[in-house]
C-alpha cells in the first residue's frame, strides 16, 4: 500500500497562510495551485472553502502522492492534478480568479520563475490575485539569518535553487501584467506576495 507523501512545514503553515488565503478567495470562485507538492494544501483548504473549486497542478511525478491525499479526503471542490511544468506543459487553457503557489519559487531554476509568471498572467481572469507564499529578499539582502542559512543550503542542493528577491519577482510580474498589490508577512520568516491582474 502506497504511503501519502507528508510535509512537516504544510503542517505548521496552514494556518496562517489559511487566515489570509481565506480573506483573498472569493466564494464560489475558482483557484489554481501551481506545485501542489505533496497535496496537503489542496485538501486542508479545499475542506475549509468548500465553495472554492481548488484546482491541483504539478509535474507528473508528483500526482501519485497529490492522488493519495485527495482520495483520502474525497472532496468534490478539490480536482485532480494537472500536469504543470512549467517550463514543459502546456497551461491551462480555462481562466481562473485566484493562483496561488506555496514554497515554489526557490526551488524552481530562474527560467521557470520567470515562465511561472508569465503563466499565471495568461490564466488570471482581470482582477484575480496571485498569491505567492515562501521566503523572499529584499533589493538583495537576506531579511534574517535563518533565510540566509537556508539560501546556502539551497545553492549546496543545486546552483539553480535559491531565495528569491521581492524586486525581480516585482519586474517579472509587471512584465506579465500583474500589478503590485501587498506583502504580508507571516512565521518563520516567510511571507505572502500578493499582485492583481490589471
Not at 470562485?29 to 497542478?57: C, D, M, N, R
Not at 500526482?63 to 483520502?72: C, M, N, P, Q, R
Request: charged content about 20%; hydrophobic content about 35%.
Amino acid at each position: 500500500m502506497n504511503q501519502k507523501p507528508y510535509s512537516e512545514a504544510c503542517d505548521q503553515n496552514a494556518q496562517p497562510i489559511f487566515d489570509l488565503l481565506s480573506q483573498k478567495t472569493p466564494p464560489h470562485s475558482t483557484l489554481l495551485e501551481i506545485g501542489s507538492g505533496s497535496g496537503q494544501h489542496a485538501v486542508y483548504f479545499g475542506k475549509a472553502l468548500p465553495s472554492v473549486s481548488w484546482q491541483t497542478s504539478d509535474r507528473q511525478q508528483n500526482h501519485s502522492g497529490i492522488t493519495l491525499w485527495l482520495e483520502e479526503y474525497a472532496l468534490d471542490n478539490v480536482l485532480p492534478p494537472l500536469a504543470l511544468d512549467v517550463l514543459n506543459d502546456p497551461w491551462p487553457k480555462q481562466q481562473y480568479d485566484t493562483v496561488y503557489s506555496a514554497n515554489t519559487a526557490h526551488i524552481m531554476p530562474t527560467t521557470a520563475v520567470e515562465a511561472m509568471f508569465q503563466g499565471v498572467g495568461q490564466v488570471l481572469q482581470e482582477k484575480g490575485l496571485f498569491l505567492l507564499y515562501g521566503p523572499f529578499m529584499d533589493n538583495g539582502q537576506q531579511t534574517s539569518i535563518s533565510n540566509e542559512r537556508f539560501e546556502l543550503w539551497l545553492k549546496a542542493q543545486n546552483p539553480q535553487q535559491g531565495v528569491r528577491d521581492s524586486v525581480w519577482l516585482k519586474e517579472l510580474a509587471e512584465s506579465a501584467g500583474l500589478k503590485w498589490l501587498d506583502d504580508v508577512q507571516l512565521p518563520a520568516n516567510n511571507r505572502i506576495l500578493i499582485w492583481q491582474k490589471r
